[in-house]
């Protein structure tokens, strides 16, 4: 993955493949009949998404504030996101229709595949390095 792109485009990138590999935890559980499963995951990847459009939001706002205002600002708007996740987390907790560790797995499930891919990315960095350095004739 290059992270060299607009943002924009790198969360578009991110989101498709987060779904992806959401889709590969959905499919299974609608062959096993597991709704509550399937809705709070979809619950949890979408606040997910929403809270990670916020953050870039805030982030470009804050670009535009001198240093003490912006810090200010992320960190208020850090308190609102752990705000909107208690109340999620609370919903999912309190609602017998949605399972509590599928909505947990979902909200988590952007950042892992986020280092997951920094992961990928870097092992192939090395990968790369160590091969020219072969062809090269250095060891």
Sequence with gaps: ???????????????KKTCFVALTLIIPLVFMGEFSSI?????GLSISFLIFKLKY???????????????????????????IYFIVLL????SPKLNFLAVVLALLLLK??????????????????KMKSIQEGRF
């Design 1 to 15: 993955m290059s992270f060299g792109k607009e943002p924009d485009e790198l969360i578009k990138a991110l989101i």
């Design 91 to 94: 919903t999912a907790y309190l």
């Design 57 to 83: 939001i805030n982030i470009s706002k804050a670009l535009d504030m001198n240093e003490a205002r912006a810090a200010n600002y992320i960190r208020n708007r850090y308190f609102i996101n752990y705000g």
């Design 39 to 43: 809705i709070g995951l979809i619950y």
């Design 112 to 129: 892992f595949v986020i280092i997951g891919l920094a992961a990928i990315d870097f092992i192939k960095q090395k990968w790369n390095r």
